[in-house]
């Protein structure tokens, strides 16, 4: 028995490098003499595709139910706009972690999902003050000013906690600091 192993080195793509090894695999074992086969064994890709699928399929699951208590409660026009929030946030954090060189992984989906927990949360309370100004008569500009301005300065508050409770992991040095500077 001969075993290869194949790795990869930092930002490459485990996904694609083991559909490559799989696709070799598959074309080698036809051309190889009777009785000699090659053999996929060990594959720790499929636990990073698993998570991907789970945090893909959570995200649109957290998506549609962010959308259908908010239409329930509040208006559909406001659910929309919360529910916006979700892949805005999204792609403006997965190009931050392209720009920054980082890649997804379980530290930065954690980082990821987080975040994503606090972008939508500050989105319902803001959508919430803009709702109650219109119930209380303001035209659709001045409740989303004046629901703005109630609650914009906790909301900017608590996300300006957040930063510096995190931004000192961004400073670690070492093999952690590599993983935990991109969840920061």
Same mark, same amino acid.
């Given at each position: ?6 790795? !990869?080195?930092? =930002?490459?793509? $485990? ?40 945090? @893909?399929?959570?995200?649109? *699951?957290?998506?549609?139910? %962010?959308?259908?208590?908010?239409? #329930? ?8 706009? &919360?529910?916006?929030? *979700?892949?805005?946030?999204?792609? =403006?954090?997965? #190009?931050?972690?392209?720009?920054? =060189? ?10 990821? +999902?987080? &975040?994503?927990? +606090?972008?939508?949360?500050? @989105? *319902?309370?803001? @959508?919430? $003050?803009?709702?109650?100004?219109? !119930? ?14 109630? %609650?914009?300065?906790?909301? +900017?508050?608590?996300? #300006? #906690? ?9 400073? %670690? ?10 969840? @920061?």
């Amino acid at each position: 028995a001969v075993l290869i192993t194949l790795s !990869k080195l930092p =930002g490459e793509d $485990a996904i694609a490098i083991a559909k490559a090894g799989h696709a070799y695999v598959r074309e080698k074992n036809q051309s190889l003499p009777e009785g000699v086969q090659l053999t996929s064994w060990a594959d720790d890709s499929l636990v990073i595709d698993d998570r991907l699928r789970i945090t @893909a399929q959570n995200g649109m *699951i957290g998506l549609m139910l %962010v959308v259908l208590t908010l239409w #329930t409660f509040l208006n559909s026009r406001l659910s929309f706009w &919360v529910a916006m929030g *979700i892949p805005i946030a999204t792609s =403006g954090s997965l #190009t931050f972690l392209w720009l920054m =060189g980082s890649t997804l992984n379980s530290v930065t989906l954690f980082g990821l +999902i987080m &975040v994503l927990g +606090i972008v939508v949360d500050d @989105a *319902i309370v803001i @959508a919430e $003050a803009i709702y109650l100004r219109r !119930k209380e008569g303001d035209g659709p500009l001045m409740a989303a000013v004046n629901g703005l301005m109630e %609650v914009g300065f906790p909301v +900017i508050a608590g996300v #300006t #906690t957040t930063i510096i409770a995190f931004l000192p992991l961004a400073f %670690v040095s070492g093999v952690m600091g590599q993983f935990m500077g991109t969840m @920061a």
